[in-house]
């Protein structure tokens, strides 16, 4: 699997994440997006994305999704991608677990801005490097992890894990 980022889609207060979730379609110009949905099925993603796909030329690497919670398939996305954006922190834990740096993992909060940025400039020709990347290499600044790799202590008080 050619991945380029997998990012964490789960509700928000109740809500799906339209806005990030298109964000993730657009950046799909400039390689494939995996989705991994948390109790979000893939029916309610492509309504979302159902007015964006047109917009868009059809030969783009677009969207795959993925169930959240099926091991082998996140344990295969993330073997391959160069960032990895998470929303909760059971799915921070089991990405933590398979062995990903802490430096490939950032917030989900970061995703649109990142993903846009990189995405539709790099295809164009046109992009600018964020501030923080270099040659291509991954955010010098990392998710704020334990020093060792111990899973994140349940603090129900936040919802995201990092």
Known sequence: MQTCDVVEI??????????LIEACYRASQSGLVVLAL????PQAVNRILDPVVPTLPLDIPGVLYIDAADAARVQEAVFAAERIFVATIAF???VRALGVAPRLIAPVDLAGSRL?????GQRTGHATEPPGERNGAHDPVP????????P??????RYYAL
């Open 152 to 157: 994140a202590p349940l603090y129900l008080g």
């Open 116 to 120: 846009l940025g990189l995405g539709m």
């Open 10 to 19: 789960s509700r928000r207060n109740g809500h799906i994440p339209s806005g």
């Open 143 to 150: 998710a704020r992890v334990p020093a060792q790799s111990q």
């Open 38 to 41: 948390d109790g979000i099925s």
């Open 92 to 94: 921070r834990g089991m």
